[in-house]
């Protein structure tokens, strides 16, 4: 048995702030997070937590840190870490221009595999320990993420995507051939340590309806695998939908049609839905990835997350590299409150920091493992530096409350906030680069 303590300011989520308030989290100016063989054992303030252990525990301090449960990132596409920030287009030219091309070398399992070692570490260095990944249509892209996130202890998600029309051919799989190569994924990778798989398809234009109920059928058969994909991102994809099926009422409906919606379903974007699909995503259980940075960056529109809030819709955010600009949370944080400013709504930093923890374990159905510091959880957390830069230093000393400072690391923080990441107990990044390299 090995114990560990690290003192320092905590924060944790019990609840959603915009439905508990202040009862929605807990903070000690002086913390201690105690750790037991990679599970938290007792979190809370310093004085009450260390009075119960031994006196000879072993204590990390983190002095003018911030401790924090890992940041959950509920949609990411690993594939397209090469082409963050390629210019210009709208969601369908820019699959087109840059995204099919770039997914067409990971047919090549050493490329795939390189790509998601540098992918994880960039992870790791902005605080994200677990996140739902699309990899491409190559099954050994898949095999190539698992392995490295497995070499690094990581709850990660992930699957082949599937797509069979609407797609270039050197992308395309078939019914037949998704199914057996997922099936094939499933068994190898859902719940060995703490992986788990999600059912890929790219979207309802790449997928024929065949497709989508092979998708289905993989959910009934392995009822503890994840749907993950995308919904009602661009106006003109909405519009294409309809011209592909013209017998079902609305964009959810393909999905719905096909048995995709349930508790462990993920549907990235959702900005233009309707008022009958808000109703079924909320009568399934079904969930949101909120991406801010790719909404705007594409041009796509506002994610309206007062009417998720209203339906009781669970929402994490999601960085949706490679539309999306950074792989930091907290960057993704700053455009998610922007993206409600241009809507007349606030997002406070409360909500924010909140969606980054456990609104994203509460979207990934993973609750019962992290997202917070209760009893029993997998020790996944990260070091905030509250002065990284003489700009922060000088504005965190500036604020007179933890709102306000929350507030400013959601606006001006990125990676450089980052000081350590844990996984699971075990230090995984430091700023300084003294963590060895995975090999």
Not at 29 to 45: R, S
Not at 208 to 231: I, K, N
Not at 266 to 289: G, K, P, Y
Not at 354 to 369: Q, S, V
Request: proline share 5%.
């Amino acid at each position: 048995m090995t114990i560990t303590v690290h003192r320092g300011a905590l924060l944790h989520f019990l609840d959603d702030p915009a439905i508990a308030g202040d009862e929605s989290y807990r903070y000690s100016e002086d913390g201690a997070l105690v750790i037991e063989d990679g599970h938290v054992l007792a979190a809370g303030p310093a004085r009450q937590v260390m009075a119960a252990l031994a006196p000879d525990v072993q204590v990390i301090e983190h002095d003018d840190a911030l401790i924090v449960p890992g940041f959950i990132d509920t949609h990411v596409h690993y594939p397209q870490l090469d082409i963050v920030g390629a210019h210009g287009e709208q969601l369908l030219e820019w699959l087109d221009r840059y995204v099919f091309p770039t997914e067409a070398k990971f047919s090549d399992k050493a490329h795939a595999r390189e790509v998601a070692d540098a992918f994880l570490n960039e992870l790791l260095c902005n605080g994200t320990t677990t996140a739902l990944v699309f990899a491409t249509v190559h099954p050994q892209s898949v095999d190539a993420f698992f392995e490295a996130s497995e070499a690094r202890g990581l709850c990660m998600i992930s699957g082949k995507v599937l797509m069979d029309r609407n797609a270039p051919e050197y992308l395309r799989d078939d019914p037949q051939s998704a199914y057996k190569d997922s099936r094939r994924l499933i068994e190898t990778w859902h719940g060995r340590g703490r992986l788990r798989y999600a059912v890929t398809p790219r979207f309802a234009p790449t997928s024929s309806p065949e497709q989508l109920a092979a998708a289905g059928r993989l959910l009934r058969e392995y009822p503890g695998v994840y749907l993950h994909t995308h919904m009602s991102e661009n106006v003109n994809e909405i519009a294409w939908v309809e011209e592909l099926f013209p017998d079902h009422e609305h964009y959810l409906h393909c999905y719905d049609d096909a048995g995709l919606l349930g508790r462990r379903s993920v549907f990235a974007h959702c900005i233009h839905l309707s008022d009958m699909e808000w109703q079924r995503m909320a009568d399934t259980e079904s969930n949101i990835a909120f991406c801010p940075t790719s909404n705007l960056f594409l041009g796509s529109g506002l994610f309206p997350l007062g009417r998720a809030q209203h339906h009781g819709v669970h929402v994490g955010l999601g960085t949706d590299i490679g539309a999306g600009t950074s792989l930091s949370m907290l960057e993704t944080m700053d455009e998610a409150y922007k993206v409600q400013q241009l809507q007349g709504q606030s997002l406070t930093p409360f909500k924010s920091f909140y969606l980054a923890t456990l609104g994203g374990a509460r979207a990934l159905d993973l609750e019962d493992k992290l997202g917070n510091f209760l009893p029993g959880k997998e020790a996944d957390f990260v070091v905030l530096d509250m002065a990284p830069t003489p700009l922060l230093k000088r504005r965190i000393e500036a604020t007179d409350d933890l709102f306000e400072k929350l507030f400013v690391l959601s606006t001006l923080g990125d990676d450089r906030v980052v000081r350590e990441t844990w996984i699971m107990g075990a230090c995984a990044h430091r700023r300084d680069g003294t963590i060895p390299p995975i090999h």
